[in-house]
């Protein structure tokens, strides 16, 4: 085979990583799987399609090494194939946020007031919780908790909050998360602590965000 063969032949399979991480549903996909293993059921679930389109989606990713798969009777249970996978979506979306201006746009308009963001994160938000000046909340599923999560966070799932809403000591600040910075989650819990009149801001860092950061994770 000639160097220019070669070459080509490399670009390709680089390419196909772009390829299968070229739809927005594949991009969701990762993002979820990014919180731990789920079944397609789920999946189509939390991405609002179908189950075949789901699976379809799943095998493309599959494909291109991106996850892995595991049958467990009549269920399918997929997983990112490694950390990197999780990484490369935290970058990818980085890169986006940082030239284009339609997502700038779009992402202002998940917040009315810069007051609804957590003013701190990283090391500092830790240093926070870790002393109980502020309460961080991980509104994800229990499921997604459980298998990794911010330290000194703790869980209460979104469709929970309204009536677990006591739980939470009074008086004390929170600092809600869910996804990363595209979830819908953690806004939502904002606006119900809010009106419930506890002090809230949206950290808009996730788990896949924290690890790419290098910041320690609760397992």
Known sequence: MKARQVKTLLYEQVARIGKAVSSPKRLELIEVLGQGEKSVE???????????????HLKELKAARLVESQRDGKNIFYRLLDDQVSGLWVTLRSVAEERLLELQAAMKDLVSHSSELAPVGGKELLAQAKRGDVIVLDVRPESEYQTAHLPHARSIPLAELKARIGELPKGKPVVAYCRGPFCLMAKEAVDLLAKKGIRAVRLEDGVAEWRARGLPLAI
Do not use: D, N, R
């Open 42 to 56: 789920q999946l189509a679930a939390a991405t609002e399609i179908s189950v075949k389109l789901a699976s379809a």
